[in-house]
């Protein structure tokens, strides 16, 4: 395969091995879906097992039009669920309907993918996908960890995450410079969360922004009035847990 074949710019590093490509979509649970979404497929190295193995719909958004061009090639029957446009700009249909996510994601918008599937939490039910180990790391990561972050909190607030196994560079083309991982989330049955949800976004992010600083220090990047007297406010953000910041932003509920 020659290097005119891939585009750097987005971050594509086609998968080779088929029996990693099986391992991954059979990492589907499927319970109670109605929908399964491919996000990036690329050469269809895993589209051929969805296609083949599941009864469910399956929809395939790819952003190279080169590849949507060989995807319709390769699975001309199937050329209606073959979509060519930007997931992080995909609109899920109005129904209810609950969808399962699946991918290799590319590298350079794998953690945009992930608010995107944050902001549709009551549609997507499960995510199989292969990313950076490294944002695997901090996906499935606990407070007081270094790798405990922004995405810690925020996915593991609506789902369980589960690393499911490591993948060596070298099953891939271009070959990436670092290790990928295998990673399952399942919605947990938390619908909403005890307080104002924009404001807990916001609240998270601000306190890892400035890691480094106590919450107090923090916090005021989106907050400039009198802040309440919480021992939290004392602490750094990865010494929380998610329960303690949906705690912290139901008391600054009160002040903003």
């Given at each position: 395969m020659s290097a005119t074949h891939?585009?750097?710019?987005?971050?594509?590093h086609f998968l080779q091995d088929e029996n990693i490509a099986r391992k991954i979509v059979s990492s589907l649970e499927l319970e109670g879906i109605s929908q399964v979404i491919e996000i990036g497929p690329g050469r269809g190295v895993l589209t051929k097992y969805l296609f083949r193995e599941y009864k469910l719909p399956v929809l395939a958004i790819e952003i190279d039009r080169n590849n949507v061009e060989l995807l319709k090639t390769k699975f001309p029957e199937h050329q209606n669920h073959i979509l060519h446009q930007?997931?992080?700009q995909y609109n899920l249909p109005e129904r209810d309907n609950q969808y399962a996510v699946i991918g290799n994601f590319?590298?350079?918008?794998?953690s945009q993918i992930f608010f995107w599937v944050l902001y549709n939490r009551s549609k997507i039910k499960e995510i199989v996908c292969m990313v950076q180990k490294e944002v695997a790391e901090r996906m499935s990561a606990v407070p007081g960890t270094k790798t405990y972050g922004i995405l810690s909190v925020l996915l593991q607030a609506y789902y369980h995450i589960d690393v499911l196994f490591s993948v060596s560079p070298n099953v891939f083309y271009p070959k990436p410079k670092v290790y990928s991982a295998v990673i399952?989330?399942?919605r947990n049955n938390i619908v909403h969360l005890d307080c104002d949800e924009d404001l807990f976004f916001?609240?998270?992010k601000a306190c890892f922004n400035q890691r480094r600083k106590m919450i107090r220090n923090s916090i005021r990047s989106i907050y400039q009035g009198i802040l309440p007297d919480l021992e939290v406010m004392k602490k750094r953000p990865e010494q929380l847990g998610i329960q303690q910041f949906v705690e912290m932003t139901k008391e600054l509920q009160i002040f903003m």
């Open positions: 891939y585009r750097k710019s987005l971050g594509q930007d997931i992080l590319p590298y350079n918008i794998s399952r989330l399942v916001r609240v998270v």
